[in-house]
């Protein structure tokens, strides 16, 4: 379904001849510029800014049964600071016997108050119907960005009586926090025409699918407000001119669902822009897309230019699965980062972390990615101020 662990050791990126295409990985042959791939193995990265330092958490990067973390004062050379987060702290919730090994999934980190707050997704002990996909949304505290972090409860955020995953938490202006999530695509057919297109043409005989929603979060974050809101879904009409970015996992034979997953947040100039992901992410064609709304809690219209993000292995490149971004700004403020996983030729099927510049303006997202070709610095970095 979504996010095997990866293995613990770095995968050793293989660097080409510089090339003004996007055919090759380009060799860093100035300390101003750095290229992509980054020399983290995550899925799914999040990163925090905080006290001047980069702190960047994942799906994966060697932790066991839980999640690790690096951290950098450039967002371009990263230091490894070892596993944070432990699922058998004293008030630990989860299954490490569970499919997936319990699944530890999509990490996020939060600074409020002088503390930090870690939101991620993992498989429920709590599992009388014998699920294969139980999974729940929890957090858990810190005093520091490096942990160690410690299960606020020894029970999920909530139960909504489906699994879970890819906790987003977005903190308005008014005060008021949202936390926005996928309902996995396990055991969840949904009707639509590409659904029936997929039994027409004798490909699948149902088509599951994840989908966003949204809540209004407790201040204590022990529990929500209310009932989740239906946020973002595939589209059901094969002439909406998403479905057919949105349903390439389907289209391509690749697997039979259909996900809206990986969502994240932020406001500007008063409008929500939620991104998200979709497809299969262990194929080509994960991508990313967004959404705008008036509300933090919409309706979101999707945007007309998704996707935003998207494989260019089709144009020469070497990049495919791009996708569950999370964004971060240089360390002036300047400039908007999309940090995402993907793959190369050369990294096979293990993820990668990619930083491309995204900018923001009259309510349109771009992004200039996926790139490998040589790029400069953030904003901010000068060379000798760097972490190599």
Not at 6 to 11: A, E, P, T, V, Y
Not at 75 to 90: C, D, I, P, T
Not at 95 to 116: H, L
């Amino acid at each position: 379904m979504k996010k095997l662990l990866l293995l613990s050791s770095f995968l050793t990126v293989l660097f080409l001849a510089p090339t003004k295409s996007q055919t090759a990985i380009e060799m860093v042959t100035d300390s101003s510029t750095f290229v992509n791939p980054l020399k983290v193995q995550f899925g799914d990265p999040y990163v925090l800014h905080t006290a001047g330092m980069y702190y960047m958490y994942g799906t994966g990067g060697g932790a066991n049964h839980g999640f690790a973390a690096c951290s950098s004062k450039d967002l371009v050379h990263w230091k490894q600071e070892g596993q944070v987060f432990f699922s058998n702290n004293k008030n630990g919730w989860s299954d490490t016997t569970a499919k997936w090994e319990g699944a530890y999934w999509a990490p996020e980190v939060y600074e409020v108050k002088g503390k930090f707050y870690l939101f991620y997704s993992a498989q429920w002990k709590v599992n009388p119907g014998h699920e294969e996909e139980n999974f729940r949304i929890g957090v858990a505290v810190a005093d520091q960005p490096t942990g160690p972090f410690i299960d606020l409860n020894t029970r999920p955020v909530f139960d909504p009586g489906y699994p879970t995953i890819d906790a987003d938490v977005f903190f308005d202006t008014n005060g008021k926090c949202y936390l926005y999530y996928s309902r996995v695509a396990y055991k969840h057919p949904v009707e639509s025409e590409v659904a029936a297109l997929a039994r027409k043409k004798g490909w699948y005989n149902e088509i599951e699918e994840s989908w966003v929603y949204g809540v209004e979060l407790k201040p204590d974050f022990l529990g929500v407000i209310g009932q989740p809101k239906l946020m973002l879904r595939p589209p059901v009409s094969l002439s909406d001119k998403q479905s057919e970015w949105e349903s390439r996992s389907v289209t391509e034979h690749e697997v039979n669902r259909r996900w809206t997953e990986g969502s994240v947040t932020f406001k500007k100039d008063g409008i929500y822009y939620m991104m998200y992901s979709a497809n299969y992410f262990g194929g080509q064609y994960y991508a990313i897309g967004y959404a705008t709304a008036t509300a933090p809690l919409g309706p979101y219209k999707k945007a007309a230019n998704n996707p935003v993000l998207q494989k260019n292995t089709d144009k020469g490149g070497v990049v495919s699965g791009t996708g569950h971004n999370s964004i971060a700004y240089s360390p002036d403020g300047k400039e908007m980062f999309c940090v995402y996983h993907g793959r190369t030729a050369a990294t096979g099927d293990e993820r990668v972390v990619f930083i491309d510049r995204m900018k923001v303006k009259d309510g349109i997202i771009t992004i200039a990615g996926p790139t490998t070709t040589t790029q400069k610095l953030p904003s901010g970095v000068t060379a000798t101020s760097s972490n190599k």
